[in-house]
């Protein structure tokens, strides 16, 4: 049982930054593998990035690559999402998602633990 709290949205001009973060609560938090994802409005639920369960790995979707950066402090029981270089075609709720099973490398991950997401929105 995980419970999950997006924070960090709002309302940003295309080249803005902003920062997501994720905190989470009810379980180790420092074994699983986490991850963002977004959807936007008409489109389905797409892959933006994910952190290995130890932070050494982590991957991203080929649109952000190079302007976001997850991350993620154990210590805290957060991830972070730094997005850089805000284009419109980043607006979309964005969900922090966490794996199902502790100790899983990023590509084996399933994610099935969610926010209720926090909504981002890139003005040209």
């Known amino acids: 049982q995980v419970q999950l709290v997006e924070s960090g949205g709002g309302l940003v001009q295309a080249g803005g930054s902003l920062r997501l973060s994720c905190a989470a609560s009810g379980r180790t938090f420092s074994s699983f593998a986490m991850g963002w994802f977004r959807q936007a409005p008409g489109k389905e639920r797409e892959f933006v990035a994910a952190?290995?369960?130890?932070?050494?790995?982590?991957n991203y979707a080929d649109s952000v690559k190079g302007r976001f950066t997850i991350s993620r402090d154990n210590a805290k029981n957060t991830v972070y999402l730094q997005m850089n270089s805000l284009k419109p075609e980043d607006t979309a709720v964005y969900y922090c998602a966490a794996d199902l099973d502790p100790k899983r490398m990023v590509a084996g991950a399933v994610f099935g633990y969610w926010g209720r997401g926090t909504q981002v929105t890139v003005s040209s």
């Open positions: 952190i290995s369960w130890s932070g050494g790995n982590t």
